[in-house]
């Protein structure tokens, strides 16, 4: 099989070429790659309206955007990262990676999966167009809250007909992954002898099919108070607008762990590669990961410690939080323990990862300090609640997205990518992102509150600080876009099938570029 080329196998591919190929694919090559690139383009435009964001607070006063505009740039910013950008990127990953890595020839449901990413684009044209309809996009927060997200224009419709959309696409790819894993892993392939990435995934995928319902149910209520007279969550007709916060977070703090298992699924097959040793304490890593999926579903109302909730229901919410860090923490120790006295480089990969691993870690431990309710109490809708959730994403989330892109790169296109370019994307991203979100720590603890579009003068040094590192960050990602063009215009140096010396895996078997069909006949896991 490795003798023949590439070009070859395309010829034995018969059907549709050139726009109907991408349309009607059903190669899970194909659709992880759609769903990539459609992640980044979302990316891009979260990207855009945090600089605007951004732009608006670099000096106090109202110099860019009209508070109104101001809100709902925040509001979708946080919506077209959270449900376009990190969960497609994820979703596009699984779909590349997880039939090499298990053997299998491709996804179990292959017509749906087609279906599951052509639901994302309308979804996106929904959320984005809400812009430019009377009365503009919803301004109520990513998390709609009521009662503002029941009294919103025509905007808060198409933002929540677009989250049903992009949950129904959510919901199919996490039924796929589901049965893709448990039915067609190669012969000899135990469960626990399955990557590490599967694993992940497959936890993640049961935490989808879990939540998406919850949220769907939340903002179908949000509809019915909307138009249809009910009064779930408006006071006025008997309502109660903290339920909606109970129900929202009951899917929203598993979705925060939907966002960052596949990345601990990434960043274990990364380190042992470039450590060039087993990961350490598999089994442990894979109980750690069930275990903070269980968990999360019992922490949801830390995020509501403000709302007048009885000292019995503070306390639990508070040690049940604190209890998720005991898991996370194994699987930073089992990180560590693999890198130790391992026969270390840091070619562009480990540098993502191992930065992923010192960022990740300090957004845990801020946390871990909002999940204590009294500090909570003080921090509350402050900016060191942003400063916490985006060490957590931006650090979390998407450096292990950049770190998986590096490390396959070569297998999906069958070059490797410029070891300059992508040292200079890691170190810019990592020094700018820092000068970014570090100074919202003190602004939160000084008492600034999120979403506003002016502030006090005492906060102007360190918000003038922030914007700059922003505006580095964003431009860094260019960087990004070069190195992934470079790579797929076919220039740079050609890969081999195994295309890092440490790595492991059945996806390192198939040659580089991976060919268009693989595993015909399932391999033999030893």
């Known amino acids: 099989m490795a003798a023949v080329t590439h070009d070859q196998i395309q010829a034995h591919h018969p059907g549709p070429t050139g726009l109907m190929r991408w349309l009607t694919t059903t190669n899970h090559k194909d659709i992880g790659t759609l769903y990539m690139i459609f992640s980044f383009i979302m990316f891009l435009s979260g990207g855009v309206m945090a600089l605007t964001i951004r732009a608006e607070l670099f000096q106090p006063g109202l110099q860019v955007v009209q508070p109104e505009f101001f809100n709902q740039l925040t509001t979708m910013h946080g919506l077209v990262m959270v449900f376009g950008a990190i969960m497609p990127a994820f979703v596009g990953f699984a779909n590349w990676m997880i039939p090499l890595m298990i053997g299998a020839s491709d996804m179990a449901f292959a017509r749906m999966n087609n279906w599951s990413f052509w639901l994302l684009p309308p979804a996106a044209i929904l959320l984005l167009g809400s812009f430019f309809v009377p009365g503009g996009a919803s301004a109520a927060g990513w998390t709609l809250y009521a009662p503002l997200s029941v009294q919103m224009g025509m905007g808060m419709d198409m933002a929540i007909f677009a989250i049903h959309i992009m949950g129904i696409s959510s919901i199919m790819g996490a039924i796929n992954i589901v049965v893709t894993v448990l039915n067609m892993r190669a012969p000899g392939m135990t469960l626990m002898k399955m990557p590490m990435f599967c694993w992940t995934w497959l936890i993640t995928a049961y935490l989808l099919?879990?939540?998406?319902?919850?949220?769907?149910?939340?903002?179908?209520?949000?509809?019915?108070?909307?138009?249809?007279?009910?009064?779930?969550?408006?006071?006025?007709?008997?309502?109660?607008?903290?339920?909606?916060?109970?129900?929202?977070?009951?899917?929203?703090?598993?979705?925060?762990?939907?966002?960052?298992?596949?990345?601990?699924?990434?960043?274990?097959?990364?380190?042992?590669?470039?450590?060039?040793?087993?990961?350490?304490?598999?089994?442990?890593?894979?109980?750690?990961?069930?275990?903070?999926?269980?968990?999360?579903?019992?922490?949801?109302?830390?995020?509501?410690?403000a709302t007048g909730m009885p000292a019995a229901g503070q306390l639990f919410f508070m040690y049940a939080t604190m209890l998720i860090a005991v898991?996370?923490?194994?699987?930073?120790?089992?990180?560590?323990?693999?890198?130790?006295?391992?026969?270390?480089?840091?070619?562009?990969?480990?540098?993502?990862?191992?930065?992923?691993?010192?960022?990740?870690?300090?957004g845990g431990f801020t946390g871990l300090i909002c999940a204590i309710?009294?500090?909570?109490?003080?921090?509350?809708?402050?900016?060191?609640?942003?400063?916490?959730?985006?060490?957590?994403?931006?650090?979390?989330?998407?450096?292990?997205?950049?770190?998986?892109?590096?490390?396959?790169?070569?297998?999906?296109?069958?070059?490797?990518?410029?070891?300059?370019?992508?040292?200079?994307?890691?170190?810019?991203?990592?020094?700018?992102?820092?000068?970014?979100?570090?100074p919202m720590h003190f602004l939160g603890l000084a008492g600034m509150p999120r979403r506003i579009p002016d502030y006090a003068l005492q906060f102007a040094d360190f918000n003038a600080m922030a914007s700059v590192g922003a505006f580095g960050f964003g431009l860094s990602q260019l960087i990004f876009i070069a190195v992934v063009l470079k790579c797929a215009r076919g220039s740079g140096e050609r890969a081999a099938a195994r295309a890092w010396e440490g790595a492991e895996g059945l996806e390192w078997t198939v040659p580089s570029p991976a060919p268009h069909h693989t595993f015909e006949e399932a391999p033999v896991v030893k």
């Not at 898991?327 to 391992?342: D, E, I, L, Q």
């Not at 400063?387 to 070059?415: D, M, N």
């Open 209 to 305: 099919i879990a939540v998406m319902p919850v949220l769907a149910g939340a903002v179908t209520m949000i509809l019915t108070d909307r138009h249809f007279g009910t009064s779930f969550f408006n006071a006025a007709g008997g309502g109660d607008p903290v339920m909606y916060q109970h129900i929202f977070w009951f899917f929203g703090h598993p979705e925060v762990y939907i966002m960052i298992l596949p990345a601990f699924g990434i960043v274990s097959h990364i380190i042992p590669a470039f450590a060039r040793k087993p990961l350490f304490g598999y089994a442990s890593m894979v109980y750690a990961t069930a275990s903070i999926a269980i968990l999360s579903f019992a922490v949801w109302a830390h995020h509501m410690f």
């Open 327 to 362: 898991p996370t923490g194994v699987k930073v120790f089992n990180w560590v323990a693999t890198m130790w006295r391992g026969a270390m480089s840091f070619e562009t990969p480990m540098l993502w990862a191992t930065g992923f691993i010192f960022v990740f870690t300090i």
């Open 373 to 438: 309710a009294p500090i909570d109490i003080q921090v509350q809708d402050t900016y060191y609640v942003v400063a916490h959730f985006h060490y957590v994403l931006v650090a979390g989330s998407l450096f292990a997205l950049f770190a998986a892109a590096y490390y396959w790169l070569p297998k999906w296109t069958g070059r490797m990518p410029s070891e300059r370019l992508g040292k200079l994307h890691f170190w810019c991203s990592m020094v700018f992102f820092n000068i970014t979100f570090f």
